[in-house]
């Protein structure tokens, strides 16, 4: 993150150049991307397909079953939107990006429909 930029100057950026996505939408992915570096050993820079199932799993974990209508209300319906949120955060200097690092790397990671219909871990309930 740069030191040059505030969140709030940041965001009204944001504002300026891409409404496509609600600020709670930017503000989920780079809390999933806290999330997955506090599930490392170590923290290090995350692929695009890593931190797209970060957001799944820390998505899961904050709303539950109602992950998927909660980040469509955000403007979040594919991995793709992800990468566009995170591109935005790399372009506005709150995220910082590898040389290789691209927006495809996002493309068809998984697909909204069938991860947030199928393998919801209900806490409390053991599967045998």
Do not use: N
């Not at 506005?92 to 199928?118: H, I, M, N, T, W």
């Amino acid at each position: 993150m740069s030191d040059d930029v505030t969140l709030e100057q940041a965001f009204q950026r944001i504002g300026q150049r891409d409404g496509r996505y609600h600020e709670r939408g930017y503000l989920f992915v780079l809390a999933a991307l806290e999330y997955a570096q506090a599930r490392l050993p170590a923290r290090r820079h995350l692929s695009g397909a890593e931190l797209a199932w970060a957001c799944r799993d820390f998505a899961w974990e904050q709303f539950g079953l109602l992950a998927p209508a909660v980040l469509g209300h955000w403007g979040i319906a594919s991995t793709e939107d992800l990468g566009a949120i995170v591109f935005t955060l790399i372009d506005v200097g709150l995220l910082a990006r590898q040389p290789s690092d691209k927006p495809e790397d996002f493309d068809a990671v998984y697909a909204f429909a069938e991860v947030f219909r199928a393998g919801y871990r209900w806490p409390g309930v053991e599967r045998g």
